[in-house]
């Protein structure tokens, strides 16, 4: 494992940040069940107030300020009322976007890869480039790995183009 990823790597836009995320190293250090290390293998983009599966579309609210603010922060949210998703904000302030990681090489499915690394809405916010309990790190091998992309999942609502947009960034595995 390299060094952690700083503010810079997350101020660029979304669709460059989202396959660069694939093979980089979520690391959680949980009090109660140590340092965990996982390997991110499959995002989404959400491109801020013009995508319209974007949360930010409708403008900002509450439920979306951190998406505002600065990359690097995490954006959590509830679907179901059950599966917490996480959320990498990119871009700079007052340009909302942000990358939902949807699968780890250790499991699949945001709902599962939460419930898996233990986060909640205690970590809406969170900086990634300071925190003590959650970082993104360099993997060592320095390079984008191989991947494909396709239609985000689950985002029907949104219309055409963007259910289309192939978005969705899939690390060969």
């Known amino acids: 494992m390299q060094g952690r990823l700083d503010r810079t790597f997350f101020r660029h836009d979304v669709l460059e940040v ?10 959680m250090n949980d009090e109660g069940r140590g340092k965990a290390v996982y390997t991110i293998s499959e995002t989404e983009a959400y491109k801020g107030g013009v995508d319209l599966a974007c949360h930010a579309s409708k403008g900002r609210t509450g439920r979306t300020d951190v998406m505002f603010g600065d990359g690097g922060h ?5 679907i ?22 949807r699968a780890l090489r250790e499991v699949s499915g945001p709902g599962r890869l939460t419930r898996l690394i233990g986060v909640d809405k205690s970590y809406n ?10 970082g993104i790190y360099e993997s060592g091998e320095g390079i984008i790995p191989a991947y494909t992309t396709g239609p985000r999942i689950g985002i029907d609502y949104a219309g055409e183009p963007w259910k289309s947009m192939p978005w969705r960034y899939v690390m060969s595995l």
């Open 125 to 134: 916010g969170e900086d990634l480039v300071t925190s003590l309990r959650i």
């Open 18 to 27: 989202a396959p660069g995320l694939l093979g980089k190293l979520l690391v």
């Open 74 to 78: 995490i954006y959590m949210y509830l």
């Open 80 to 101: 179901y009322g059950m599966y917490w998703m996480l959320n990498v904000v990119t871009s700079s302030e007052k340009v909302p976007q942000a990358v939902l990681i």
